[in-house]
């Protein structure tokens, strides 16, 4: 157990096993969704501390809400690829992202730009609704691309 965890610290251990071929696609999503999700906690944090004033519900919840959609994002378009047994998911995950992501991308500018939804509480729930639902379409949509390459 413990030359496992530190084979999987071990620099040296990994380039072994991309030299040999024998860097699964299991433990190539584990670095993958680690860094991932280590960039986007630290992009939470500078958020919460840039906020310049007590965070109210609705600031944690839009910032809090990107954390945990990368997170259970990536697993889910890790399990349309076949999970362990898939192949190719980094390639796959990059260019699918940008190619689905983008439209997903000028419609929240879109809105931003916009300002169909006031600055209120209630209206802001409404925004991050909004927010939340585009993004899940886009999950789904970049899965379901995904999934047609297994």
């Known amino acids: 157990m413990i030359l496992k965890i530190r084979n999987f610290f071990s620099t040296e251990s990994i380039k072994e096993k991309i030299l040999s071929g024998s860097l699964s696609e299991s433990q190539l999503f584990v ?19 840039m906020i310049g004033r007590q965070a109210t519900p609705v600031d944690l919840v839009n910032i809090w809400g990107y954390f945990i959609i990368t997170g259970v994002g990536l697993l ?10 898939g192949r190719n998911f980094v390639s796959k995950f990059f260019a699918f992202s940008f190619t689905v992501g983008y439209k997903y991308g000028i419609v ?42 297994r």
Request: contains cysteine.
């Open 31 to 49: 670095y993958f969704y680690l860094i991932v999700m280590y960039d986007a906690l630290g992009l939470t944090q500078r958020c919460l501390s």
């Open 76 to 85: 889910i378009l890790f399990i349309a690829n076949g999970a362990s047994k």
């Open 108 to 149: 929240l500018t879109l809105l931003d730009t916009l300002s169909i939804v006031g600055s209120s509480a209630a209206n802001q729930i409404l925004k991050i609704t909004i927010y939340l639902i585009i993004n899940l379409l886009m999950v789904a949509n970049i899965a379901f691309r995904i999934y047609q390459t």
